[in-house]
Protein backbone atom coordinates (compact mmCIF):
# COMPACT_ATOMS: atom_id res chain seq x y z
CA UNK A 1 0.00 0.00 0.00
CA UNK A 2 0.76 3.37 -0.85
CA UNK A 3 0.73 4.72 2.90
CA UNK A 4 3.49 2.26 3.88
CA UNK A 5 5.48 3.40 0.90
CA UNK A 6 5.83 6.56 2.16
CA UNK A 7 6.39 5.99 5.51
CA UNK A 8 9.58 3.70 3.72
CA UNK A 9 10.00 6.81 1.49
CA UNK A 10 10.33 9.41 4.48
CA UNK A 11 12.64 6.92 6.48
CA UNK A 12 14.75 5.54 4.37
CA UNK A 13 15.64 9.06 2.85
CA UNK A 14 16.44 10.25 6.63
CA UNK A 15 18.96 7.14 6.66
CA UNK A 16 20.70 7.11 3.08
CA UNK A 17 20.48 10.29 0.35
CA UNK A 18 20.07 8.56 -2.42
CA UNK A 19 17.53 5.35 -1.72
CA UNK A 20 16.37 3.56 -4.81
CA UNK A 21 15.07 1.17 -2.49
CA UNK A 22 12.68 -0.14 -4.38
CA UNK A 23 15.00 -2.60 -7.39
CA UNK A 24 11.25 -4.57 -7.45
CA UNK A 25 7.79 -3.28 -6.90
CA UNK A 26 7.82 -4.52 -3.33
CA UNK A 27 5.48 -2.45 -1.03
CA UNK A 28 7.45 -3.33 1.68
CA UNK A 29 10.68 -2.88 1.83
CA UNK A 30 11.38 -1.12 5.32
CA UNK A 31 15.30 -0.57 4.68
CA UNK A 32 17.66 -2.05 7.19
CA UNK A 33 16.43 -3.66 9.92
CA UNK A 34 18.61 -5.46 12.32
CA UNK A 35 17.78 -8.43 13.95
CA UNK A 36 20.79 -8.87 16.49
CA UNK A 37 20.02 -9.52 20.10
CA UNK A 38 16.05 -10.30 20.37
CA UNK A 39 15.26 -11.80 23.09
CA UNK A 40 11.87 -13.48 22.34
CA UNK A 41 11.38 -15.25 19.36
CA UNK A 42 11.38 -13.62 16.20
CA UNK A 43 7.60 -14.57 15.36
CA UNK A 44 6.38 -13.71 18.98
CA UNK A 45 3.69 -11.05 17.80
CA UNK A 46 2.47 -13.01 14.99
CA UNK A 47 2.18 -16.04 17.53
CA UNK A 48 0.64 -13.67 20.34
CA UNK A 49 -1.71 -12.27 17.92
CA UNK A 50 -2.71 -15.24 16.48
CA UNK A 51 -3.25 -17.24 19.79
CA UNK A 52 -4.91 -14.06 21.57
CA UNK A 53 -7.22 -14.60 18.98
CA UNK A 54 -8.47 -17.97 19.05
CA UNK A 55 -8.75 -17.45 22.94
CA UNK A 56 -10.73 -14.67 22.42
CA UNK A 57 -13.31 -16.50 19.96
CA UNK A 58 -13.52 -19.59 22.12
CA UNK A 59 -14.57 -17.55 24.97
CA UNK A 60 -17.01 -15.56 23.12
CA UNK A 61 -18.14 -19.19 22.18
CA UNK A 62 -18.04 -20.52 25.78
CA UNK A 63 -19.94 -17.23 26.45
CA UNK A 64 -22.64 -17.35 23.87
CA UNK A 65 -23.37 -20.99 24.94
CA UNK A 66 -23.61 -20.41 28.77
CA UNK A 67 -26.05 -17.13 27.88
CA UNK A 68 -28.31 -19.77 25.50
CA UNK A 69 -28.89 -22.07 28.04
CA UNK A 70 -32.20 -22.91 29.23
CA UNK A 71 -30.76 -24.07 32.39
CA UNK A 72 -34.61 -25.34 33.05
CA UNK A 73 -33.27 -28.87 35.48
CA UNK A 74 -37.28 -29.94 35.92
CA UNK A 75 -37.99 -30.59 32.44
CA UNK A 76 -35.28 -33.62 32.46
CA UNK A 77 -37.63 -35.92 34.56
CA UNK A 78 -41.31 -34.54 33.58
CA UNK A 79 -41.38 -35.77 30.26
CA UNK A 80 -42.71 -39.27 30.53
CA UNK A 81 -41.63 -41.31 27.46
CA UNK A 82 -44.76 -42.11 25.76
CA UNK A 83 -45.48 -38.24 25.61
CA UNK A 84 -42.08 -38.11 23.87
CA UNK A 85 -42.52 -41.31 21.35
CA UNK A 86 -46.19 -39.36 20.34
CA UNK A 87 -44.77 -36.04 19.82
CA UNK A 88 -41.61 -37.33 17.85
CA UNK A 89 -44.20 -39.74 15.91
CA UNK A 90 -46.68 -37.02 15.29
CA UNK A 91 -43.33 -35.22 13.83
CA UNK A 92 -42.41 -37.68 11.45
CA UNK A 93 -45.69 -38.58 10.27
CA UNK A 94 -47.51 -35.73 8.48
CA UNK A 95 -50.75 -37.56 7.84
CA UNK A 96 -51.31 -39.19 10.76
CA UNK A 97 -54.93 -38.00 12.14
CA UNK A 98 -55.47 -36.47 15.81
CA UNK A 99 -56.87 -38.98 18.07
CA UNK A 100 -60.66 -37.88 18.26
CA UNK A 101 -60.57 -38.89 22.25
CA UNK A 102 -58.03 -35.83 23.21
CA UNK A 103 -59.57 -32.91 25.33
CA UNK A 104 -59.40 -30.02 22.86
CA UNK A 105 -57.08 -28.18 25.34
CA UNK A 106 -54.79 -31.15 25.56
CA UNK A 107 -55.05 -31.37 21.92
CA UNK A 108 -54.02 -27.34 21.67
CA UNK A 109 -51.10 -28.26 23.80
CA UNK A 110 -49.99 -31.51 21.59
CA UNK A 111 -50.26 -29.34 18.94
CA UNK A 112 -48.14 -26.72 20.08
CA UNK A 113 -45.43 -28.92 21.16
CA UNK A 114 -45.39 -30.76 17.87
CA UNK A 115 -45.49 -27.60 15.88
CA UNK A 116 -42.34 -26.88 18.22
CA UNK A 117 -41.00 -29.88 17.38
CA UNK A 118 -41.65 -29.63 14.32
CA UNK A 119 -39.84 -26.13 14.24
CA UNK A 120 -36.87 -27.64 15.99
CA UNK A 121 -36.80 -31.04 13.74
CA UNK A 122 -37.09 -28.94 10.54
CA UNK A 123 -33.56 -26.61 11.29
CA UNK A 124 -32.23 -29.46 11.87
CA UNK A 125 -33.16 -31.83 9.06
CA UNK A 126 -33.63 -29.34 6.72
CA UNK A 127 -30.10 -29.88 5.28
CA UNK A 128 -29.93 -33.28 5.34
CA UNK A 129 -33.14 -34.98 4.52
CA UNK A 130 -34.58 -31.89 2.08
CA UNK A 131 -33.33 -33.46 -0.82
CA UNK A 132 -34.58 -36.42 -0.61
CA UNK A 133 -38.19 -35.76 0.41
CA UNK A 134 -38.39 -32.28 -0.63
CA UNK A 135 -41.58 -32.85 -2.89
CA UNK A 136 -43.95 -34.07 -0.51
CA UNK A 137 -42.01 -32.65 2.61
CA UNK A 138 -42.21 -28.98 1.84
CA UNK A 139 -46.04 -29.43 0.56
CA UNK A 140 -46.36 -31.11 4.02
CA UNK A 141 -44.49 -28.46 5.51
CA UNK A 142 -46.81 -25.39 4.05
CA UNK A 143 -49.69 -27.54 4.82
CA UNK A 144 -48.79 -28.34 8.38
CA UNK A 145 -47.93 -24.03 9.24
CA UNK A 146 -50.74 -23.27 7.57
CA UNK A 147 -53.67 -25.04 9.82
CA UNK A 148 -52.30 -22.89 12.69
CA UNK A 149 -52.45 -20.19 11.30
CA UNK A 150 -55.95 -20.44 10.09
CA UNK A 151 -56.95 -21.40 13.66
CA UNK A 152 -54.59 -18.85 14.91
CA UNK A 153 -52.77 -20.61 18.19
CA UNK A 154 -49.77 -18.98 18.66
CA UNK A 155 -49.35 -17.33 22.28
CA UNK A 156 -45.96 -18.82 23.02
CA UNK A 157 -45.90 -22.28 21.44
CA UNK A 158 -44.87 -21.66 17.63
CA UNK A 159 -41.48 -19.87 18.43
CA UNK A 160 -39.53 -20.69 15.92
CA UNK A 161 -36.82 -18.07 17.26
CA UNK A 162 -35.67 -21.22 19.27
CA UNK A 163 -34.30 -22.70 15.53
CA UNK A 164 -31.21 -20.12 15.62
CA UNK A 165 -30.72 -19.79 12.11
CA UNK A 166 -30.57 -15.87 13.31
CA UNK A 167 -33.27 -14.51 11.99
CA UNK A 168 -32.65 -14.88 8.62
CA UNK A 169 -36.21 -14.84 7.84
CA UNK A 170 -39.49 -12.95 9.96
CA UNK A 171 -42.51 -14.04 9.43
CA UNK A 172 -44.87 -11.29 9.91
CA UNK A 173 -48.04 -12.59 10.07
CA UNK A 174 -50.05 -9.56 10.94
CA UNK A 175 -53.74 -11.41 11.71
CA UNK A 176 -51.66 -13.52 14.28
CA UNK A 177 -52.14 -12.62 17.77
CA UNK A 178 -48.63 -11.89 18.52
CA UNK A 179 -47.86 -10.10 21.26
CA UNK A 180 -44.62 -7.62 21.40
CA UNK A 181 -41.97 -9.82 21.83
CA UNK A 182 -43.29 -12.72 20.59
CA UNK A 183 -41.81 -13.69 17.34
CA UNK A 184 -42.55 -15.89 14.59
CA UNK A 185 -39.69 -16.53 12.70
CA UNK A 186 -39.55 -19.82 10.02
CA UNK A 187 -38.23 -20.53 6.54
CA UNK A 188 -39.06 -18.85 3.58
CA UNK A 189 -41.67 -21.06 2.32
CA UNK A 190 -43.93 -18.87 4.74
CA UNK A 191 -42.93 -15.24 3.32
CA UNK A 192 -43.66 -16.75 -0.57
CA UNK A 193 -47.11 -16.96 0.71
CA UNK A 194 -47.29 -14.45 3.43
CA UNK A 195 -46.05 -11.86 0.70
CA UNK A 196 -49.70 -11.57 -0.47
CA UNK A 197 -51.01 -11.12 2.92
CA UNK A 198 -48.37 -8.28 3.39
CA UNK A 199 -49.13 -6.95 0.87
CA UNK A 200 -52.73 -6.58 1.94
CA UNK A 201 -51.78 -5.38 5.04
CA UNK A 202 -49.78 -2.49 3.60
CA UNK A 203 -52.64 -1.83 1.57
CA UNK A 204 -55.06 -1.46 4.84
CA UNK A 205 -52.58 -0.01 6.80
CA UNK A 206 -51.46 2.92 4.16
CA UNK B 1 22.61 -2.67 -5.72
CA UNK B 2 20.03 -4.04 -2.92
CA UNK B 3 21.00 -1.38 -0.44
CA UNK B 4 18.86 -3.38 2.28
CA UNK B 5 21.53 -5.98 1.93
CA UNK B 6 24.10 -4.26 4.06
CA UNK B 7 22.28 -4.42 7.60
CA UNK B 8 20.48 -8.04 7.51
CA UNK B 9 21.07 -10.32 9.32
CA UNK B 10 20.93 -14.14 8.21
CA UNK B 11 17.79 -14.67 10.80
CA UNK B 12 15.56 -11.89 8.96
CA UNK B 13 12.30 -12.12 8.14
CA UNK B 14 11.77 -12.51 4.95
CA UNK B 15 8.57 -11.86 2.92
CA UNK B 16 6.06 -14.76 2.81
CA UNK B 17 5.25 -15.59 -0.10
CA UNK B 18 1.72 -16.24 -1.48
CA UNK B 19 2.19 -18.06 -5.06
CA UNK B 20 -0.05 -15.97 -7.64
CA UNK B 21 -2.33 -19.09 -8.51
CA UNK B 22 -3.26 -19.51 -5.15
CA UNK B 23 -4.22 -15.84 -5.02
CA UNK B 24 -5.67 -15.27 -8.06
CA UNK B 25 -7.69 -18.16 -7.52
CA UNK B 26 -9.16 -17.09 -4.40
CA UNK B 27 -9.68 -13.70 -5.50
CA UNK B 28 -11.71 -15.31 -8.43
CA UNK B 29 -13.79 -17.74 -6.55
CA UNK B 30 -14.66 -14.77 -4.15
CA UNK B 31 -15.78 -12.38 -6.82
CA UNK B 32 -17.75 -15.05 -8.60
CA UNK B 33 -19.63 -15.92 -5.54
CA UNK B 34 -20.59 -12.59 -4.35
CA UNK B 35 -21.40 -11.92 -7.72
CA UNK B 36 -23.93 -14.95 -8.10
CA UNK B 37 -25.37 -13.52 -4.92
CA UNK B 38 -26.28 -10.56 -6.25
CA UNK B 39 -27.37 -11.52 -9.72
CA UNK B 40 -29.72 -13.87 -7.44
CA UNK B 41 -31.02 -11.28 -5.35
CA UNK B 42 -31.88 -8.73 -8.50
CA UNK B 43 -33.66 -11.72 -10.68
CA UNK B 44 -35.86 -13.16 -7.99
CA UNK B 45 -38.68 -10.58 -7.08
CA UNK B 46 -39.27 -12.02 -3.95
CA UNK B 47 -35.54 -11.71 -2.44
CA UNK B 48 -36.58 -7.48 -3.32
CA UNK B 49 -36.80 -7.13 1.11
CA UNK B 50 -34.54 -4.96 3.05
CA UNK B 51 -32.57 -8.39 4.66
CA UNK B 52 -31.40 -9.21 1.13
CA UNK B 53 -30.11 -6.00 0.36
CA UNK B 54 -28.13 -5.56 3.01
CA UNK B 55 -26.54 -8.84 2.65
CA UNK B 56 -26.01 -7.23 -0.97
CA UNK B 57 -23.82 -4.51 0.58
CA UNK B 58 -22.04 -6.89 2.01
CA UNK B 59 -21.42 -9.14 -1.01
CA UNK B 60 -20.64 -5.73 -2.87
CA UNK B 61 -17.81 -4.78 -0.33
CA UNK B 62 -16.68 -8.27 -0.26
CA UNK B 63 -16.42 -8.36 -4.51
CA UNK B 64 -14.66 -5.00 -3.98
CA UNK B 65 -11.86 -6.28 -1.70
CA UNK B 66 -10.99 -8.80 -3.77
CA UNK B 67 -11.26 -6.96 -7.11
CA UNK B 68 -8.43 -5.27 -5.30
CA UNK B 69 -6.27 -7.38 -4.26
CA UNK B 70 -6.47 -8.74 -8.11
CA UNK B 71 -5.99 -5.49 -9.59
CA UNK B 72 -3.05 -4.96 -7.15
CA UNK B 73 -1.61 -8.52 -8.08
CA UNK B 74 -1.62 -7.76 -11.86
CA UNK B 75 -0.32 -4.17 -10.93
CA UNK B 76 2.63 -6.02 -9.57
CA UNK B 77 3.12 -8.46 -12.31
CA UNK B 78 3.38 -5.76 -15.00
CA UNK B 79 5.48 -3.42 -13.20
CA UNK B 80 7.90 -6.77 -13.00
CA UNK B 81 7.56 -6.97 -16.95
CA UNK B 82 8.03 -3.70 -17.42
CA UNK B 83 5.18 -2.61 -18.94
CA UNK B 84 4.30 0.03 -16.09
CA UNK B 85 7.09 2.80 -14.77
CA UNK B 86 7.95 2.40 -10.79
CA UNK B 87 7.57 5.85 -10.12
CA UNK B 88 5.11 7.31 -12.48
CA UNK B 89 2.62 9.81 -11.35
CA UNK B 90 0.12 7.42 -13.05
CA UNK B 91 1.10 4.30 -11.33
CA UNK B 92 0.65 6.74 -7.99
CA UNK B 93 -2.73 7.56 -8.28
CA UNK B 94 -3.61 4.22 -9.46
CA UNK B 95 -2.56 3.04 -6.44
CA UNK B 96 -3.85 5.46 -4.57
CA UNK B 97 -7.53 4.66 -6.01
CA UNK B 98 -6.42 1.02 -4.97
CA UNK B 99 -5.73 1.34 -1.68
CA UNK B 100 -9.00 3.57 -1.18
CA UNK B 101 -10.75 0.87 -2.79
CA UNK B 102 -8.95 -1.35 -0.37
CA UNK B 103 -10.22 0.66 2.55
CA UNK B 104 -13.65 1.27 1.08
CA UNK B 105 -14.03 -2.61 0.98
CA UNK B 106 -13.27 -2.98 4.91
CA UNK B 107 -15.77 -0.13 5.50
CA UNK B 108 -18.16 -1.52 4.00
CA UNK B 109 -17.84 -4.82 5.51
CA UNK B 110 -18.43 -3.63 8.84
CA UNK B 111 -20.83 -1.55 8.09
CA UNK B 112 -23.14 -3.83 6.40
CA UNK B 113 -21.98 -6.31 8.76
CA UNK B 114 -23.85 -3.36 11.21
CA UNK B 115 -26.80 -2.99 9.37
CA UNK B 116 -27.32 -6.71 9.08
CA UNK B 117 -27.63 -7.06 12.99
CA UNK B 118 -29.44 -4.03 13.20
CA UNK B 119 -31.92 -5.59 10.91
CA UNK B 120 -32.10 -8.67 12.57
CA UNK B 121 -32.20 -6.72 15.77
CA UNK B 122 -35.40 -5.01 14.82
CA UNK B 123 -37.18 -8.28 13.31
CA UNK B 124 -36.67 -9.12 16.79
CA UNK B 125 -37.27 -6.74 18.99
CA UNK B 126 -39.80 -4.43 17.09
CA UNK B 127 -41.23 -7.51 15.23
CA UNK B 128 -45.11 -6.28 14.41
CA UNK B 129 -43.86 -3.15 13.49
CA UNK B 130 -40.89 -4.17 11.46
CA UNK B 131 -42.71 -3.49 7.94
CA UNK B 132 -43.06 0.23 9.08
CA UNK B 133 -39.91 0.78 10.38
CA UNK B 134 -37.75 -1.09 7.60
CA UNK B 135 -39.35 -0.07 4.13
CA UNK B 136 -37.54 -0.86 1.46
CA UNK B 137 -36.98 2.92 0.56
CA UNK B 138 -35.45 3.42 3.96
CA UNK B 139 -33.19 0.40 3.13
CA UNK B 140 -32.31 2.05 0.24
CA UNK B 141 -31.44 5.37 2.06
CA UNK B 142 -29.56 3.84 4.80
CA UNK B 143 -27.40 2.11 2.23
CA UNK B 144 -26.56 5.51 0.19
CA UNK B 145 -25.72 6.76 3.30
CA UNK B 146 -23.43 4.18 4.54
CA UNK B 147 -21.62 3.84 1.24
CA UNK B 148 -21.23 7.56 1.02
CA UNK B 149 -19.86 8.11 4.19
CA UNK B 150 -17.79 5.10 3.78
CA UNK B 151 -16.46 6.21 -0.09
CA UNK B 152 -15.68 9.39 1.70
CA UNK B 153 -13.94 7.98 4.87
CA UNK B 154 -12.34 5.65 2.53
CA UNK B 155 -10.57 8.00 0.24
CA UNK B 156 -9.52 10.83 2.94
CA UNK B 157 -7.86 8.12 4.45
CA UNK B 158 -6.25 6.93 1.35
CA UNK B 159 -4.93 10.16 0.51
CA UNK B 160 -4.08 11.26 4.53
CA UNK B 161 -2.66 7.80 5.56
CA UNK B 162 0.39 8.87 6.90
CA UNK B 163 -1.10 10.89 9.38
CA UNK B 164 -1.97 9.32 12.73
CA UNK B 165 -4.74 11.23 13.04
CA UNK B 166 -6.43 8.57 9.91
CA UNK B 167 -4.99 5.51 11.34
CA UNK B 168 -5.61 5.52 15.12
CA UNK B 169 -9.91 6.36 14.59
CA UNK B 170 -9.42 3.35 11.14
CA UNK B 171 -8.48 0.74 13.88
CA UNK B 172 -10.65 2.12 16.86
CA UNK B 173 -13.43 1.69 14.39
CA UNK B 174 -12.47 -1.68 13.68
CA UNK B 175 -13.11 -3.37 17.22
CA UNK B 176 -16.19 -0.75 17.95
CA UNK B 177 -18.48 -1.55 15.46
CA UNK B 178 -17.88 -5.46 16.74
CA UNK B 179 -18.36 -4.98 20.00
CA UNK B 180 -21.68 -3.22 19.02
CA UNK B 181 -22.72 -6.31 16.91
CA UNK B 182 -21.89 -8.28 19.49
CA UNK B 183 -24.08 -6.65 21.78
CA UNK B 184 -27.17 -6.50 19.92
CA UNK B 185 -26.48 -10.24 19.43
CA UNK B 186 -25.92 -11.04 22.42
CA UNK B 187 -29.56 -9.13 23.32
CA UNK B 188 -31.26 -11.10 20.68
CA UNK B 189 -29.74 -13.91 22.00
CA UNK B 190 -30.96 -13.50 25.91
CA UNK B 191 -34.37 -12.67 24.26
CA UNK B 192 -34.21 -15.84 22.40
CA UNK B 193 -33.35 -17.69 25.80
CA UNK B 194 -36.37 -16.52 27.93
CA UNK B 195 -38.82 -17.03 24.80
CA UNK B 196 -37.15 -21.05 25.03
CA UNK B 197 -37.96 -21.13 29.06
CA UNK B 198 -41.29 -20.30 28.29
CA UNK B 199 -41.82 -23.22 25.89
CA UNK B 200 -39.56 -25.33 28.11
CA UNK B 201 -42.26 -27.48 29.71
CA UNK B 202 -43.50 -28.52 26.34
CA UNK B 203 -40.06 -29.95 24.94
CA UNK B 204 -37.64 -32.27 25.42
CA UNK B 205 -34.29 -31.16 26.90
CA UNK B 206 -32.00 -32.82 24.07
CA UNK B 207 -33.74 -30.62 21.56
CA UNK B 208 -33.35 -27.39 23.24
CA UNK B 209 -29.41 -28.44 23.93
CA UNK B 210 -29.03 -28.95 20.29
CA UNK B 211 -30.97 -25.71 19.19
CA UNK B 212 -28.94 -23.62 21.80
CA UNK B 213 -25.95 -25.09 20.64
CA UNK B 214 -26.54 -24.31 16.79
CA UNK B 215 -27.28 -20.76 17.81
CA UNK B 216 -24.16 -20.23 19.92
CA UNK B 217 -22.18 -21.73 17.00
CA UNK B 218 -23.77 -19.74 13.96
CA UNK B 219 -22.80 -16.56 16.12
CA UNK B 220 -19.33 -17.34 16.79
CA UNK B 221 -19.00 -18.16 12.91
CA UNK B 222 -20.38 -14.97 12.11
CA UNK B 223 -18.17 -12.88 14.08
CA UNK B 224 -14.95 -15.37 14.48
CA UNK B 225 -14.70 -15.45 10.52
CA UNK B 226 -14.69 -11.42 10.24
CA UNK B 227 -12.25 -11.03 12.84
CA UNK B 228 -9.98 -14.07 12.01
CA UNK B 229 -9.83 -12.33 8.27
CA UNK B 230 -9.82 -8.83 9.06
CA UNK B 231 -7.90 -8.00 11.95
CA UNK B 232 -4.70 -8.87 11.02
CA UNK B 233 -4.71 -6.72 8.91
CA UNK B 234 -6.32 -3.98 10.78
CA UNK B 235 -3.05 -4.69 13.04
CA UNK B 236 -0.26 -4.47 10.28
CA UNK B 237 -1.51 -1.18 9.86
CA UNK B 238 -1.25 0.13 13.20
CA UNK B 239 2.39 -1.70 12.97
CA UNK B 240 3.24 -0.19 10.25
CA UNK B 241 2.37 3.41 11.56
CA UNK B 242 4.47 2.98 14.82
CA UNK B 243 6.98 0.52 14.41
CA UNK B 244 8.16 -0.13 11.54
CA UNK B 245 11.58 -0.28 12.45
CA UNK B 246 11.05 -2.54 14.82
CA UNK B 247 12.17 -6.33 14.23
CA UNK B 248 9.20 -7.98 15.93
CA UNK B 249 6.55 -5.85 14.03
CA UNK B 250 9.60 -6.31 10.87
CA UNK B 251 8.29 -9.91 11.34
CA UNK B 252 4.85 -9.43 11.46
CA UNK B 253 4.31 -7.01 8.89
CA UNK B 254 6.32 -9.86 6.38
CA UNK B 255 2.99 -12.01 6.37
CA UNK B 256 1.23 -9.24 4.77
CA UNK B 257 0.45 -11.67 1.24
CA UNK B 258 -1.01 -14.28 3.51
CA UNK B 259 -3.21 -11.10 5.24
CA UNK B 260 -4.01 -10.27 2.39
CA UNK B 261 -5.40 -13.99 1.07
CA UNK B 262 -7.13 -14.33 4.97
CA UNK B 263 -9.53 -10.98 3.65
CA UNK B 264 -9.98 -12.84 0.12
CA UNK B 265 -10.85 -16.16 2.16
CA UNK B 266 -13.62 -13.82 4.00
CA UNK B 267 -15.08 -13.00 0.55
CA UNK B 268 -15.62 -16.41 0.11
CA UNK B 269 -16.94 -17.40 3.16
CA UNK B 270 -19.52 -14.73 3.52
CA UNK B 271 -22.02 -15.37 1.23
CA UNK B 272 -21.97 -18.84 2.63
CA UNK B 273 -22.68 -17.83 6.43
CA UNK B 274 -25.23 -15.11 4.89
CA UNK B 275 -26.80 -15.28 2.22
CA UNK B 276 -26.60 -19.34 1.38
CA UNK B 277 -28.65 -19.39 4.62
CA UNK B 278 -31.48 -18.38 2.64
CA UNK B 279 -33.61 -21.66 1.26
CA UNK B 280 -35.36 -19.12 -0.86
CA UNK B 281 -32.22 -17.81 -2.42
CA UNK B 282 -30.44 -21.07 -3.00
CA UNK B 283 -33.82 -22.37 -4.75
CA UNK B 284 -32.76 -19.48 -7.03
CA UNK B 285 -29.61 -20.35 -7.12
CA UNK B 286 -30.90 -24.11 -8.40
CA UNK B 287 -32.99 -22.52 -10.44
CA UNK B 288 -30.83 -20.09 -12.78
CA UNK B 289 -27.99 -23.03 -13.15
CA UNK B 290 -30.92 -25.46 -14.37
CA UNK B 291 -32.33 -22.60 -16.87
CA UNK B 292 -28.54 -22.09 -17.84
CA UNK B 293 -28.56 -25.56 -19.29
Same mark, same amino acid.
Given at each position: MSALRLISNRTSQQALSNSDYTWEYE #? #????PVSFE +??? !???YSIVIGFWVGLAVFVIFMFFVLTLLTK? +? !?? $??DNAEPSEKRFRMNSFVTDFGRPLESERVFSHQIAEESQSLFHFCINEVVH *???AKRSQKGPGLESNIHFQEVPRSSGMFEEGLNCLTKFNIPNFVNTEQNSSLGEDDLLISEPPIILESKSVMQSSHQILD | ENISDFSLNITDCTQVVVPEEVFFTVAAVGILENLLVLIAVVRN?? *? $?LPMYFFICSLAISDMLGSLYKTLENIFIILCKMGYLTRRGDFEKKLDDAMDSMFILSLLGSIFSLLAIAADRYITIFYALRYHNIMTLRRALVILAIIWTFCTGSSIAIALFSYEAATVIPFTILFPLMMFFILCLYVHMFLLARSHAKKIASLATSTVHQRTNMKGAITLTIFLGVFLCCWAPFVLHILLARFCPHNPYCACYMSIFHVNGTLIMCNAIIDPMIFAFRSPELRSTFKKMFCCAR
Open positions: #Y #YEYG +GLK !AHKT +G !AP $HQ *LDK | KN *L $H
